[in-house]
């Protein structure tokens, strides 16, 4: 039994995509902003009161790169876990894109820059290093583990086709064709591609 917690305008979407990439039966429950995400009843699933939540047969699994790794793991069928010599770059760039690029496209776009002495204390250093970074790894790869598509592609990937949507990352050669490439799963149309 899955169900997802979720909000449309969250990034549930990316949660929400990656179980219509496994291809199991699941429940949504939409949870709306304000009192209910901070309801007993649901603090008692997330403390933290944000979406997403995905529990599974009794297990609470929140945060985004983690429940796409979790089901990727738990539904071996459905090919989206890495290979052991794709596992250095599958949780690389998965944990690259939920630590290094999603803090510095959030500072960037609030206006929230280190200061050129303090940026070894930010993990992602700066934006454009970071940018710059994600850039050279998808001009050589289709994809970031071993030249197919997996989880890692689901969490990197909504952040990509995301920031190019509203500006928050620079559009390039590199990013555009990555989130064209995704673009035309029919997981990613039913669930992000709407946003386009």
């Not at 209910?36 to 985004?64: I, Q, W, Y």
């Not at 998965?94 to 496209?105: I, K, N």
């Not at 790869?141 to 990937?157: E, I, N, P, Q, W």
Request: hydrophobic letters at 45%; one cysteine or more.
């Amino acid at each position: 039994m899955l169900t997802l917690y979720t909000n449309p305008r969250s990034r549930g979407r990316i949660a929400q995509w990656m179980l219509e990439e496994i291809g199991a039966p699941y429940t949504a429950e939409i949870v709306e902003y304000g009192p209910p995400m901070r309801s007993a009843e649901f603090l008692a699933l997330n403390p933290m009161g944000k979406v997403p939540v995905l529990v599974h047969d009794g297990a609470v699994v929140t945060e985004c790169a983690a429940i796409c790794a979790y089901m990727a793991e738990a539904f071996p069928e459905a090919g989206l876990a890495p290979r052991p010599n794709e596992r250095a770059d599958y949780y690389r760039w998965l944990f690259f894109a939920a630590g290094p690029l999603e803090a510095a496209v959030t500072a960037h776009a609030m206006g929230l820059e280190a200061p050129a002495d303090k940026r070894r204390m930010a993990g992602y250093g700066d934006f454009a290093t970071t940018i710059a970074a994600l850039e050279t790894k998808l001009a050589g790869s289709d994809y970031v583990a071993g030249g197919r598509f997996t989880a890692a592609d689901v969490y990197l990937g909504a952040q990509v086709a995301w920031g190019l949507i509203f500006n928050s990352i620079p559009e390039s050669p590199a990013l555009a064709a990555y989130r064209d490439r995704i673009a035309q799963r029919p997981a990613f149309q039913r669930t992000l591609g709407q946003a386009r």
